[in-house]
């Protein structure tokens, strides 16, 4: 055997067994963006106020790299400005104590963001943002994951990835009630791979999302979109999807059909996808039938992308309602958007200004007690007393376990139940 091609089998093979081996971003990532490390192996930084900036903040916590953002507070950060977050960089929501963390304001810049995990946040712009703004943004960068967060109030769009992107995950979130007279859910068009998993459009006006590029779009639940719900591109540019087991309902200002402005550049892969466009209060959806999604060009198998768990439609539904934003514990925005979703065509509505709704903005965010963390390591005593740690050694929180997860990685792990 060719030395050259025996040296380079064994570096394929290698390579190979690398990517393998890589961890997971946290137990139950998935799609393009599910190896995102974070802040693995760096500092734990203290959220401990509700300012706009200065030492303690959130804005002062996501501008270096290599950090663990640790929340000791809970309750509404109001910003002025616009947060750009710095690569390598772990944003544990659910660390925060009483009802959680929602950032109010000019929106969150994830562009050179590389490697991020940002889990159990809300981030809501509204009038209060710039005009022309998005409530979150991608511009470039790749490996991130977004799990659990929900964003809501763009002025542009609500999350928009536009640019030299690849590999990132959205999962079970929300992404709702962009502002008119701009009311989108979201432009995704991207180099690389973008999934949407198990997540809830709702209130859009239009680009539920718009797809432009590699897009794995399995599980989601879209309700009361206007004029458009999933774009097929509307371009000249090549697109690749898989578009499996969503539910589209319709709502009360619903008056175009899911799926929209396809061309043959758009090449789909689509399969078990619903409609429910009766207004009845029940799901009662059907299939969608090939002709509804346009001329777009046909895929007999889908592409091969990441491996995901799939659901029925119904169970999607099921999920969504019961776990999808920064859900362990649901504000009065989210749950007026689940009561609107559960009245299947019954309520909904698009807004252009946050201040008209029950909640006048982002409602109240109670605080509460963060737990004993005696050496100030991120991790509660309680729960390094349980696992046989010492409570007072604060060089313990980046010890690796077998699976390639650091001390601190469990700890925030084991608060999701």
């Not at 949407?196 to 599980?219: A, E, M, S």
């Not at 999604?293 to 019961?322: H, I, L």
Request: proline share 4%; with cysteine; charged share 20%.
């Amino acid at each position: 055997m060719n030395v050259r091609v025996l040296i380079a089998g064994i570096l394929l093979t290698f390579l190979d067994l690398s990517v393998l081996a890589q961890p997971l971003a946290f137990p139950g990532a998935e799609g393009f963006g599910r190896h995102a490390s974070g802040g693995r192996g760096g500092e734990v930084y203290f959220v401990t106020n509700l300012k706009d900036s200065g030492p303690g903040s959130f804005r002062d916590a996501v501008s270096q790299s290599h950090r663990t953002v640790i929340f000791r507070v809970g309750g509404v950060i109001k910003i002025k400005s616009r947060i750009v977050v710095a690569p390598n960089i772990t944003i544990a929501g659910q660390t925060a104590p009483g009802e959680g963390i929602t950032i109010y304001g000019n929106g969150l810049s994830y562009s050179k963001a590389n490697n991020t995990i940002t889990r159990y946040i809300r981030i809501r712009m509204g009038k209060v943002g710039d005009k022309g703004k998005d409530a979150m943004a991608i511009a470039s960068g790749h490996d991130m994951i977004f799990d659990h967060i929900s964003v809501s109030w763009g002025r542009d769009g609500t999350f928009d990835i536009n640019g030299e992107v690849r590999n990132v995950t959205i999962q079970n979130s929300i992404i709702s009630q962009g502002l008119q007279n701009h009311s989108t859910g979201g432009l995704i068009q991207s180099e690389g791979g973008i999934s949407i998993l198990r997540c809830l459009y709702i209130d859009n006006h239009t680009r539920n999302p718009k797809v432009k590029g590699i897009n794995q779009y399995v599980n989601n639940v879209i309700y009361n979109w206007v004029v458009a719900g999933y774009i097929l591109g509307d371009s000249g540019r090549h697109s690749e999807a898989n578009v499996r087991n969503n539910y589209f309902i319709a709502g009360p200002e619903t008056k175009s059909a899911p799926f929209n402005r396809a061309n043959k550049n758009f090449h789909l892969y689509a399969s078990k996808n619903w409609y429910d466009d009766n207004r009845n209060g029940r799901l009662d959806g059907a299939i969608i039938d090939q002709t509804v999604y346009g001329p777009v060009s046909w895929m007999r198998k889908p592409f091969n992308f990441p491996t995901v768990t799939v659901r029925s439609t119904q169970e999607a539904y099921n999920w969504v309602v019961e776990h999808v934003g920064s859900s362990l514990h649901r504000d009065e925005v989210d749950q007026f958007l689940i009561n609107e979703l559960t009245s299947l065509g019954e309520k909904g509505k698009t807004i252009s200004n946050e201040a008209g709704l029950p909640t006048a903005g982002p409602g109240d965010i109670s605080g509460g007690t963060p737990p004993k963390d005696a050496d100030r390591d991120g991790m509660s005593d309680k729960w390094e007393l349980a696992k046989g740690l010492d409570p007072n050694n604060k060089m313990d929180y980046n010890e690796v376990n077998k699976e390639g997860y650091t001390n601190l990685e469990r700890y925030l792990n084991a608060l999701i139940k």
